[in-house]
């Protein structure tokens, strides 16, 4: 790469998708700093952020328009400017032409002619897709899991529509949050006076929701470094919330001592993959698994801190069973209500498919305490 295309947002692209496939770093954190300290103007820093989420996300598919053509597999440098070529060429709105001369102006002299060859026979060859995995570009495993727990018509169309950039939205007080987790914020119908404990609440969007009816918020997370981030996003919004770092399968508070708990937990994350670019690549099949396992013991202990008559809202952003319904709930609770549509009813809760509202994926479970 020269000085001049090192400045493009091309340029910028190539250098942060090297930073997610050769040394593993989130795309999300890698992107940010390298666009603010890039000088590019809007357009061109969403151009490089389309470019750098689209190839992440396409990875699969680009690889399979490319090895097509090739005889042998790529080194990692001339693979990434590959895949970055290819989903320009197949995916991107660029003129083919555009797309293959501005990436073969991105690599070294001595694999231009390489690079030039490949992307040429791309641009040039329909493609027949082997599968639906290889087309929507997933893992293997993500498209029979969702096929599995949403039936084949709506999995197909969830993974596609992951596959677009994720949409933004503000809230009035400013903060930047998908609208279906404000809903679950709201969903935990906190009210004026009840004291409320977000056991997993950061960055906060949540909390603060929650705080915004005139509830007293007690925020807690695991990392004291996510535990700052609701510390700055209560500040930024205007309201008070004391936050505790803590376990919340070992949470440091009173028994019954709480209005409500919100447990919105970590989980496998299948309903933001569209904001997440590179989880797909990372998730294994036994995340599942494990995940659900903190969950239930996290749900365990969160119960405990639930006084009569009180509310406990379990929330995750993905989409599977074993994450939500199939969690047990104590003797003496009994479900709510479920939220209405664009909600879909999910055994004791309800589910939110991306395809739904154009949100995020989440799920919901709301049980009172019997008084
Ligand atoms: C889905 S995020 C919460 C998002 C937050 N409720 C919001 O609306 O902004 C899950 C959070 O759980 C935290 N977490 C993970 N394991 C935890 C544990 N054992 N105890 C408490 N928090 C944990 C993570 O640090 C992460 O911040």
Redesign the pocket.
Known sequence: MNQRTDRTARGLAYRALQRIEQDGAYANLVLGPMLDESGLEQRDRGFATDLVYGTTRMRRACDFAVDRFVLKAPPPELRTLLRLGAYQIVFGDVAPHAAVNATVDLAPQRSRGFINAILRRVAGSPINWPNAATELSYPDWIVDRLTNELGAGDASAVLAMMNEPATVSVRADGYT?DEA?RW??ELVEAGPGELIL????????????MASTGASVIA????PR??G??VG?ARRTGRHIPVVV????N?SFGAQSFDRV?L????S?FGVLRRRADARWRLQPGDVTELAV?QQ??IDAAATLVKPGGVLVY???TLTAAESIEHSFPLGWQPLERPPSPWRPYGDGARLLPIDAGTDGMTILRYRRDA
Do not use: E, F, W
């Open positions: 949050q987790s679950v914020g977000d056991l997993c609440a950061a960055p906060g969007g949540k909390a603060t929701t807690a997370d695991l990392q996510r535990a981030l609701v996003n803590c376990d919340a399968r949470p919100l919105d937990a970590p989980c994350g903190l013991q996290m929330s995750v952003c």
